[in-house]
């Protein structure tokens, strides 16, 4: 059977005639930190360059976040919220999109309002084991990039390579403004800047799991990077890495 584990996966961009790598084993790619650090257009990017799936956990606590919402429950009803759990079914496509209970939700778990409330859904213990299985049973024999907050550190421990990509509150809340507006979604730069700050401040003070770097992750801050430079640094770090693994 062909679980991909021993294909030829990547031709490096800048390799001249290309240094084609050969795995042998699966590759785990944990890209954790705060919120709008540019994990996932990184992640994405990097995941299409290797070739290999890319699992986003953080649109599976939105999924769950609407979900609630749409209920007609106030987030931060602990007991309330965890009661929907047998009712939720969260899929994530390959190509990207996001379903929820049968509906595609991928515009829908962008909004503010959302974001605004998600951090307090990912704080519930049993709803993070909940999509945690998930999470696991996706990376399932596959070789993947996985981004969230607690990768590296609860999710996928054993991960090849740990990345924590961290940039100011200044930096991350003008990027997210403009992917905002981008996508038609309105806001203001103070009203995104506010937010991050709230979610950095319940992510990284939960109890179960919260946001930390893994004391074996690397630290890339992107604040001065562009995105290419930022998916190069992290081809280069696979690179080193598979070849200490596998040369
Ligand atoms: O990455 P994001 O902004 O889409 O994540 C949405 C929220 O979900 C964020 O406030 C933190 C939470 N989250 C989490 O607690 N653990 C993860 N693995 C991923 C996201």
Same mark, same amino acid.
């Given at each position: 059977?062909?679980?991909?584990?021993?294909?030829?996966?990547?031709?490096?961009?800048?390799?001249?005639?290309g240094i084609l790598w050969k795995m042998k084993n699966k590759l785990i790619l944990a890209i954790d930190g705060p919120a709008a650090a540019g994990k996932s257009?990184?992640?994405?990017?990097?995941?299409?360059?290797?070739? !290999?799936?890319?699992?986003? #956990?953080? /649109?599976?606590? =939105?999924?769950?976040?609407?979900?609630?919402?749409?209920?007609?429950?106030?987030?931060?009803?602990?007991?309330?919220?965890e009661a929907l759990i047998p009712q939720v079914k969260i899929l994530l496509a390959p190509?990207?999109?996001v379903f929820l209970n049968g509906q595609d939700v991928s515009k829908d778990i962008r909004d503010p309002k959302v974001s605004a409330q998600v951090s307090y859904i990912a704080s519930y213990k049993t709803i993070r084991l909940a999509l945690v299985d998930l999470q696991r049973h996706m990376a399932?024999?596959?070789?993947?990039?996985m981004d969230g907050r607690d990768i590296g550190t609860y999710v996928l421990p054993e991960a090849n390579i740990k990345?924590?990509? !961290?940039?100011?509150?200044? #930096?991350? /809340?003008?990027? =997210?403004?403009?992917?905002?507006?981008?996508?038609?979604?309105?806001?203001?730069?103070?009203?995104?800047?506010?937010d991050l700050r709230h979610r950095d401040y319940i992510d990284s003070h939960r109890d179960f799991a919260p946001l930390k770097p893994a004391v074996d992750s690397i630290l890339i801050d992107t604040s001065f990077m562009t995105v290419n430079e930022v998916v190069e640094r992290i081809l280069d770090i696979v690179q080193k890495k598979v070849g200490s693994i596998h040369a």
């Open positions: 059977m062909d679980d991909g584990s021993q294909r030829d996966y990547l031709t490096h961009p800048r390799g001249g005639f257009t990184v992640a994405k990017l990097v995941a299409k360059k290797l070739n !290999i799936t890319y699992i986003d #956990t953080g /649109a599976m606590y =939105r999924a769950f976040t609407l979900f609630v919402m749409q209920k007609g429950i106030d987030p931060q009803r602990q007991q309330a919220c190509t990207g999109e399932g024999n596959q070789s993947v990039v990345i924590f990509q !961290i940039a100011s509150v200044e #930096t991350r /809340a003008v990027r =997210r403004y403009e992917e905002n507006l981008s996508k038609g979604i309105a806001c203001t730069l103070e009203s995104v800047e506010e």
